[in-house]
């Protein structure tokens, strides 16, 4: 196995270009535990750990951009106010050592269906920044990013650069089922996000399904039918929660029945709505 260790941005490019065969490794949470186990064996190993920018963030015209290699635990502790459901996402993730290392690039260049940050994203409406040497820079929408197991629409040439983001600007929740409350792999997980400027609800489904998804029928249907003013109804929160349930694709593993898998989306969905209701109402009242 080759070990290309670049220490610029367009030394990282010009490698990938060179060696579309080698896969990426920042922190290592994903690559590392695959090839200890012998799930995998690449033919090189590309480190993007010298390459200071990826781990940097900014706010430009009003966006945040997220650099590849901005770990989960800065995003916890600096970037939560302005995004609250990627920073719920990211508690839960691993230990405090894996949250160190692991980063929402990283997150997304596994492209598994169980990964935490996946669901916050596609509510949030991120745009991914890919980028390679001879075909420039892609902003690739974070629902069309996956494309199925552990596959992503990346060239084999293109590397992530950043995940950008709008601050949110309505209440954001994320919920995680697993079989223990710390250092587990979702069973399943649903976020969502409201956008009461544009009266439209975002969500994300998460280990529910062969890639990680919107549900866009239950969308469109908050859209027409919320009203932005007033409680939210029992009916309204059962039919958000069935169709939520119906988007999902699930399967049978070790980790949980498909059946429960649609269950438990069903009741994520209604109770991280009426959380958000519950803040988003408050806000109003304040």
Request: glycine share 10%.
């Amino acid at each position: 196995m080759d070990f290309l260790r670049p220490t610029t941005w367009a030394e990282a490019l010009a490698a990938k270009a060179d060696r579309p065969d080698a896969v990426p490794i920042q922190g290592g949470t994903d690559v590392m535990v695959e090839i200890n186990f012998g799930v995998r064996r690449p033919a090189a190993l590309l480190d993007l750990t010298r390459i200071a920018e990826l781990a940097t963030w900014t706010n430009q015209d009003g966006r945040l951009r997220i650099g590849a290699a901005v770990p989960y635990s800065v995003i916890i502790d600096r970037l939560g106010g302005e995004l609250p459901g990627l920073a719920q996402a990211a508690r839960t993730v691993g230990s405090p050592q894996i949250r160190n290392r692991g980063s929402v690039g990283g997150n997304m260049g596994a492209a598994s269906p169980a990964g935490d940050s996946h669901p916050p994203l596609l509510a949030a409406g991120a745009l991914v920044e890919a980028e390679s040497r001879d075909g420039g820079v892609r902003m690739i929408p974070a629902d069309a990013f996956y494309t199925g197991v552990k596959r992503h629409a990346l060239r084999p040439d293109e590397l992530i650069r950043a995940v950008h983001l709008a601050p949110a600007t309505g209440p954001q929740y994320f919920s995680k089922v697993g079989t223990r409350n710390a250092m587990v792999i979702a069973v399943c997980s649903f976020a969502i996000a409201l956008h009461p400027g544009e009266r439209r609800v975002g969500t994300g489904l998460g280990s529910a399904a062969p890639t990680p998804r919107r549900a866009l029928e239950a969308e469109e249907f908050l859209a027409k039918e919320l009203d932005w003013a007033a409680p939210l109804t029992p009916a309204l929160l059962d039919r958000f929660g069935e169709l939520c349930a119906a988007a999902a694709s699930p399967i049978d593993d070790v980790r949980s029945s498909a059946a429960y898998r649609r269950h438990a989306v069903a009741v994520m969905a209604r109770r991280t709505l009426a959380w958000a209701w519950r803040d988003h109402l408050g806000r109003r009242a304040a």
